[in-house]
């Protein structure tokens, strides 16, 4: 009998294990992928990409050595000013057309607290690539009671320079903040 609890015992441990790790994709209707500018010195203007795809990788139940990809079509983009998302579609920024997709790659993990940590990675945008570090904050995992699947959610935020990547460059900081608040929030399921 004690070798059949052991042998249950373990079975359950393994299964709860291998729940929790390998490949998750972005639940998209509980993700978001948002910015945020100052213009003129004196307002916030935030915007959103509608149509992106992240997937989190990772080997451990605690997503401690997890990574992190994500894409963005460029087309999406949405400030809630048609004529603006134009002009930031258009070659004075984005240049959709000729770059349709923006894209992260994590490079490395750094553990900074409970459950938080500061993920590395390229990011491509307007045909640059350049190394960025964001915070990153796992909320946790659990089963949703919808879908019956474990879900993780994280929180990911950060600055970026939008000189950088060439986006805007004849729109000078006063004008439009060369920093770009990033902040991401997302749900995953395997």
């Known amino acids: 009998m004690k070798k059949l609890?052991?042998?249950?015992?373990?079975?359950?441990?393994?299964?709860?294990?291998?729940?929790?790790?390998?490949?998750?994709?972005?639940?998209?209707?509980?993700?978001?992928?948002?910015?945020?500018?100052?213009?003129?010195?004196?307002?916030?203007?935030?915007?959103?990409?509608?149509?992106?795809?992240?997937?989190?990788?990772?080997?451990?139940?605690?997503?401690?050595?997890?990574?992190?990809?994500?894409?963005?079509?460029?087309?999406?983009?949405?400030?809630?000013?048609?004529?603006?998302?134009?002009?930031?579609k258009s070659a004075d920024f984005f240049d959709a057309a000729k770059f349709p997709t923006l894209q992260f790659k994590s490079t490395g993990l750094t553990k900074t607290g409970k459950d938080t940590y500061k993920v590395k990675g390229d990011l491509t945008m307007h045909g640059v690539t350049k190394?960025?570090?964001?915070?990153?904050?796992?909320?946790?995992?659990?089963?949703?009671?919808?879908?019956?699947?474990?879900?993780?959610?994280?929180?990911?935020s950060g600055v970026i320079k939008r000189s950088d990547f060439a986006l805007g460059n004849g729109f000078p900081a006063p004008m439009i903040s060369d920093e770009v608040r990033i902040k991401a929030d997302g749900e995953f399921a395997q």
């Not at 190394?131 to 990911?156: C, H, I, Q």
């Open 5 to 88: 609890t052991l042998a249950l015992s373990a079975f359950v441990l393994l299964t709860a294990f291998t729940a929790t790790t390998g490949v998750w994709k972005s639940d998209k209707p509980h993700s978001q992928l948002g910015f945020t500018v100052t213009h003129l010195g004196i307002s916030d203007v935030s915007g959103t990409f509608n149509d992106f795809d992240v997937e989190v990788s990772s080997s451990k139940p605690d997503f401690s050595d997890a990574a992190f990809t994500l894409t963005a079509q460029v087309a999406s983009i949405d400030t809630r000013v048609e004529a603006r998302d134009n002009h930031l």
């Open 131 to 156: 190394p960025v570090t964001m915070d990153l904050k796992y909320r946790g995992t659990v089963e949703n009671p919808m879908s019956k699947k474990a879900t993780a959610g994280f929180t990911v």
